[in-house]
């Protein structure tokens, strides 16, 4: 089973192709992806790299956020469009739980946190049940101090939102606070990949014409079209 993973919550975003046991090619995308032809040219690059066609992906797991708006629009209908013209199952996969899953055997609680602008982050907490990463939070967008209020254990950060607000962390919690190293800032084509493969082999999959982003909160648009509605 060749499966299709498409991370694009972040600046940076990320495909990749697995197997049921093993990352075959991911691709790094370096450029801000603000046009769906960019993300279309780097899934033919990743494919071609290890002579595969597209027909031959028998599955898609997409990031469905939270993060940002624009690369989560592209990344969704540009996951959504492949799998319906290719008759393809198509599975989503928060960009949170991406990042969490890469510490199954940790015994702290798992607290990844992507930078959401405006002083706040994404983010929700894990905790290791032996056989997975759980988790054991509502999703949320939060200023960083209101989150930390929260945390009275020893836990583990990670995300590009440790990298904005290292200092406060470790201010607020000292030596309860734990950080992740740098290869684990952003989550990653093959960690989106691997969870939507365990759902595929589970027997899951979502409606791709319901299938949407996990946004967390309005966009600037949708809060100025109201303010303007208000004003009216």
Same mark, same amino acid.
């Given at each position: 089973?060749?499966?299709?993973?498409?991370?694009t919550?972040t600046?940076?975003?990320? %495909?990749a #192709?697995? $197997?049921? @046991?093993?990352l075959? %090619?991911?691709q790094?995308?370096?450029?801000?992806i603000?046009?769906a032809?960019?993300?279309?040219?780097?899934?033919?690059?990743t494919?071609? &790299?290890v =002579?595969?066609?597209?027909r031959?992906i028998d599955? #898609?797991? %997409?990031?469905?956020?939270?993060?940002?708006?624009?690369?989560l629009? #592209?990344?969704?209908?540009? &996951?959504?469009?492949?799998?319906?013209s290719?008759?393809?199952?198509?599975?989503?996969?928060?960009?949170l739980?991406?990042?969490?899953?890469?510490?199954?055997?940790c015994?702290?609680?798992?607290?990844p946190m992507?930078?959401?602008?405006?002083?706040?982050?994404?983010?929700?907490?894990?905790?290791?049940?032996?056989?997975m990463?759980?988790?054991?939070?509502?999703?949320?967008? #939060?200023?960083?101090?209101n989150?930390l209020?929260?945390i009275?254990?020893?836990t583990?950060?990670?995300?590009?939102? %440790?990298?904005?607000?290292?200092?406060?962390?470790?201010s607020?919690?000292?030596?309860?606070?734990?950080?992740?190293?740098?290869?684990?800032?952003?989550?990653?084509g093959s960690?989106?990949?691997?969870?939507?493969?365990?759902?595929l082999?589970a027997?899951?999959?979502?409606?791709? =014409?319901?299938l $949407?982003?996990?946004?967390?909160? @309005?966009?600037?648009?949708e809060i100025?079209w109201?303010?303007a509605?208000? &004003?009216?």
């Open positions: 089973m060749y499966i299709l993973g498409i991370e919550s600046m940076t975003g990320s %495909v #192709i697995i $197997t049921e @046991q093993h075959i %090619v991911e790094t995308i370096n450029t801000k603000t046009h032809e960019r993300l279309i040219t780097a899934i033919d690059d494919l071609r &790299a =002579s595969l066609t597209i031959e599955g #898609i797991a %997409v990031s469905a956020g939270p993060g940002s708006f624009t690369g629009r #592209i990344g969704i209908t540009t &996951a959504k469009s492949l799998a319906y290719l008759k393809k199952p198509i599975v989503a996969v928060s960009s739980d991406a990042l969490a899953s890469q510490f199954l055997f015994n702290q609680l798992i607290c992507l930078d959401a602008r405006k002083k706040e982050v994404y983010s929700a907490c894990y905790r290791n049940s032996g056989a990463v759980q988790r054991v939070s509502e999703y949320v967008v #939060i200023t960083p101090m989150l209020k929260e009275h254990e020893p583990l950060f990670l995300g590009d939102g %440790v990298a904005a607000y290292r200092r406060q962390i470790e607020e919690l000292g030596e309860l606070a734990l950080f992740a190293d740098a290869a684990h800032l952003l989550p990653r960690l989106v990949a691997k969870l939507g493969c365990d759902r082999l027997g899951e999959q979502d409606d791709c =014409s319901a $949407t982003p996990l946004y967390l909160r @309005q966009s600037d648009a100025h109201e303010r509605q208000i &004003a009216q």
